[in-house]
């Protein structure tokens, strides 16, 4: 898998030297986001409780997520290209159709075997824990993280993407009760980032692609009684791989419909 747009085409005349400072930076920013500014805010909102929460994690955690990186990309590319890397200059509605398409026998599967929430706070929840954080989850890992590495310092996708999403694990570890649910809860996490990771060059480096998904996905987790944490059972790994399965059946449906669209000159790349 390879990149294919102005960003890439505008490094390769990048020493390797400057590509791996780049790199660093970015890794040190998201140290600075994700292992400085996460626990601190974690500290400091968690006594608090619906719309509460919310607010401070926004302030805290949420807009540094999109903040920072932004500030990162433009410093080096400038205004627009750094909405390139990132991925939000991309068409939502893409993101929102396979989402919806992709979720659909999930959510049924979670109405069938599990209670709907009872959560008196379920509003603030739904946008603290599925729409806020996964959208800047996805910005900062996706979008910038992996972004940098792949797109910009050029590492190859796989390493790239496993990198990325093994931090995306490690960061969600501390829900674990104990070892055994802290592996699973790594192991599925950081399968998910490198899902994300694919979904998101695949649709031509679109963040909403995979914001999406994470975002509907978190969002029936808590509509639901499932889980607290994103270790699940055997039958909500069986919904999750199903989402998995539809996204990359559809994604592979519009890759080739693209490729066939640009061939037969149908298609603007």
């Known amino acids: 898998m390879q990149p294919h747009d102005g960003i890439e085409m505008s490094t390769l005349t990048w020493s390797p030297n400057r590509r791996a400072t780049v790199a660093i930076a970015a890794i040190i920013l998201f140290v600075i986001t994700e292992i400085v500014l996460r626990p601190m805010a974690i ?4 006594a608090r409780a619906g719309y509460g929460i919310l607010q401070c994690f ?9 903040i920072l990186p932004f500030l990162f990309v433009m410093a080096i590319f400038g205004l627009r290209p750094s909405l390139s890397i990132l991925g939000i200059d991309r068409p939502v509605a893409p993101g929102l159709i396979l989402a ?6 999930m959510g049924i599967g979670l109405a069938f075997s599990h209670q709907p929430s009872e959560a008196s706070d379920l509003v603030p929840v739904l946008l603290r824990r599925a729409l806020v954080s996964g959208l800047t989850e ?5 979008g910038f993280l992996f972004g940098i590495l792949f797109r910009v310092a050029r590492i190859s996708f796989i390493p790239a993407a496993i990198a990325s999403a093994a931090l995306f694990g490690a960061m969600h570890v501390a829900q674990g009760a104990d070892l055994i ?10 399968i ?24 509907s996905m978190n969002g029936l987790w808590e509509l639901f009684e499932v889980s607290n944490t994103a270790a ?23 890759t080739k419909h693209r490729g066939v669209a640009e ?7």
């Open 138 to 142: 996805e910005v900062l890992y996706r």
């Open 100 to 105: 919806i398409s992709a979720t659909s026998f």
């Open 181 to 190: 649910e802290s592996v699973i809860i790594f192991a599925v996490t950081s």
């Open 192 to 215: 998910g980032g490198i899902w994300f990771a694919w979904l998101f060059v695949a649709w031509g480096n679109n963040i909403w692609v995979p914001a999406s998904l994470h975002v």
């Open 43 to 46: 500290e400091q909102c968690s």
């Open 58 to 66: 926004s302030i805290r955690l949420y807009a540094p997520r999109i």
């Open 232 to 254: 699940g059972s055997f039958l909500t790994d069986l919904l999750r791989a199903s989402v998995i399965v539809v996204s990359i059946m559809l994604t592979w449906l519009y």
């Open 263 to 269: 061939r037969t000159g149908s298609l603007k790349a």
